[in-house]
Every structure is written in structure tokens, then in C-alpha cells.
């Protein structure tokens, strides 16, 4: 694939903060005045499981809360494995090829799988032109640290893989502070910003 720009990916647990990442390096690459568009592999995955889901659950997967997210997760996880399976981890990196835009760095925030020859992450750094950030989101008590944690045996299985594999990898302290997530994240914009200057 021939791109104007590196994309990049984001890897890391759910809840660990990949979206609000995503924001992040967007407004950064803005104001650069670099393209960027954020992408999502689980869309897809969601879209394909939207009519399904609201028929055996009644939670639309395309459109539902991060609780009711938590509830169809199982479903969505075994969906998605089942399909990596049969094409040997492609069907969902060949559905996000169609939306890459060339003109732009698009930011992928769920690449999670280095299971099969091209998967997630070789498809990202040989296809896709890309960078992998492995983020960690932990919070702060007495100075002791205690990371959010992976919600299933996947996650938990592949996040120390995507973390050995990353270009760069994040620990961020929880904020709600949005000027408090952007401080601890200065570093990675500094490499950030090396990538297209």
C-alpha cells in the first residue's frame, strides 16, 4: 500500500483509553495541518453483528453503551475469533483495507492479534504503512500502581504480545482532567511528530 503518511495503531486493553488516545493524536496531528481519520477493526465486527445482536439480545452492537458493550462482549469476541480463524486472522484487516485513506494517518485503535502470519500487526507495519503504540491505563494510590486489567482470556492472552511488539508504549495515570491526559502523553507526541517532520 503506498501512503502518503505512517499510520498508526493502538493496542492495549478495554478501558485502558486507545479512543481518548486517538483524540489526543488527532487534535496533535491538526494542528500540524496532517490528514488523519480515526479507524476501528471492531466496527466492522459490530456492524456485522448488529441485526443479530438486536435479535437475540436486544442490544444493537453498532450503537450500545460501554455497559451494554460489557454484556454482548462474550458474543462479539467469539464472533470475531471464529472469522479470524477461518481466514487465518484476515477478514477483518481486509474489510479495514477498503477504508484506509492514502491521503491520511489513520489511527486504528484496536489492533489486538499477532496470532497468524500477516495478522493485526505484521498486516499494520508491512500493509498498512504503520507504527503500533501499546497503551496502559492504570490508577494511582499512594504511589502504588494498579493497571486496569484484561476483561477476558483474549485480552489477556495478546496484550503482553501487542506490548513486546509496540513501537512505543504509554502508561498513563488515570485523568479526568483532559489537559492531564495530554501532559502524560507529551512524549509519544514528541515521536509522533518525528514520524512526519
Not at 481519520?37 to 444493537?60: C, F, M, R, W
Not at 494517518?105 to 492479534?113: E, M
Request: proline fraction near 2%.
Amino acid at each position: 500500500m503506498n501512503c502518503t503518511f505512517k499510520n498508526i495503531g493502538i493496542s492495549g486493553v478495554a478501558g485502558s483509553g486507545k479512543n481518548t488516545l486517538a483524540e489526543i493524536i488527532i487534535k496533535f496531528l491538526e494542528r500540524m495541518d496532517i490528514p488523519c481519520q480515526e479507524l476501528s477493526i471492531a466496527n466492522n465486527l459490530k456492524k456485522e453483528l448488529s441485526t443479530a445482536s438486536k435479535e437475540l439480545y436486544g442490544i444493537d452492537s453498532y450503537s450500545c453503551t460501554r455497559e451494554e458493550k460489557d454484556i454482548i462482549r462474550p458474543f462479539l469476541v467469539a464472533h470475531g475469533e471464529i472469522k479470524r480463524k477461518l481466514s487465518e486472522g484476515k477478514h477483518w484487516t481486509n474489510l479495514l483495507t477498503k477504508e484506509l485513506d492514502n491521503q491520511k494517518v489513520n489511527i486504528i485503535t484496536d489492533v489486538r492479534y499477532s496470532e497468524y502470519k500477516d495478522d493485526e500487526v505484521d498486516w499494520l507495519k508491512n500493509d498498512a504503512n504503520g507504527v503500533l503504540i501499546h497503551l496502559s491505563r492504570y490508577v494511582s494510590d499512594y504511589n502504588e500502581r494498579t493497571y486496569i486489567k484484561a476483561l477476558n482470556q483474549s485480552e489477556k492472552k495478546n496484550d503482553p504480545i501487542m506490548r513486546d511488539k509496540a513501537d512505543f508504549v504509554l502508561n498513563w495515570d488515570t485523568y479526568e482532567d483532559s489537559s492531564q491526559r495530554v501532559a502524560s502523553a507529551e512524549k509519544l507526541l514528541k515521536w509522533i511528530k518525528h514520524l512526519y517532520v
